[in-house]
Each structure stands twice: as C-alpha cells, then as structure tokens.
Nanobody, 124 residues
Framework: QVQLVESGGGLVQAGGSLRLSCAAS????????MGWFRQAPGKEREFVAS????????YYTDSVQGRFTISRDNAKSTVYLQMNNLKPEDTAVYSC?????????????????WGQGTQVTVSS
C-alpha cells in the first residue's frame, strides 16, 4: 500500500507561484511513475503532468506547458509541481498519483494510488 500526502497549496494572486509537494510512504518510490491531476468545481478531473520513475520522461497538458514543472527526489520519496505564472483557471484541487508500471502518462486509469489533494486558488 502506498500513501501519498500533498502539501503546498494555498491562495495566490494571478501571476504568482506555488510549489506543491507529494510525499510517498513507500520504500520503492523510485519504481513508480508519478502524476499530478486537478479537479475544478463542476469539472472533470484533468491530467496536469507526469514524470517517469527515473525522471527522464515528463509530460504536460498543453495549458500548463511552459508554466509548470514536475520533478522528483527519489531519495526523499517526493514529487514536486512548480507552478509559475498562475492563472485563475488553474484554480482546482490538485492530487498526486502513483503508477506501478513506472511509465506515467495522462490516463487517470493508469494510476494505482492517489492522495487526498490540496487546494490551489488563484485570484484575479
């Protein structure tokens, strides 16, 4: 069983930055690909970014490309999402997820474990 705990959310003005963290309680963290998803009120869950087990492959949804950066520290069993130039449309609950295959990707069904999420609110 893998437990994921997100932190770093909050309220920020448009144009500001936040860094989300997701700490995993598993010894074999380096075997897992990790992803970030978000869900805004009244909308479906949306893929944001993913990173492979080694960190060598990253994927982003088009709307965050160039503004968000996903990274990982396997020694700390933690994945990060650096979010710059935030926009009001980025407002959502952000959740991290772990994929046992190590590949990641944008498919919600490809992930095996989920965190509870952290709220990000961007004011205009």
């Amino acid at each position: 069983q893998v437990q994921l705990v997100e932190s770093g959310g909050g309220l920020v003005q448009a144009g500001g930055s936040l860094r989300l963290s997701c700490a995993a309680s598993v010894r074999t963290f380096s075997n897992y690909a990790m992803g970030w998803f978000r869900q805004a009120p009244g909308k479906e869950r949306e893929f944001v970014a993913s990173i492979s087990w080694s960190g060598g492959l990253t994927y982003y949804t088009d709307s965050v490309q160039g503004r968000f950066t996903i990274s990982r520290d396997n020694a700390k069993s933690t994945v990060y999402l650096q979010m710059n130039n935030l926009k009001p449309e980025d407002t959502a609950v952000y959740s991290c997820a772990a994929d046992r295959t190590g590949l990641g990707g944008s498919r919600y069904s490809g992930y095996d474990y989920w965190g509870q999420g952290t709220q990000v609110t961007v004011s205009s």
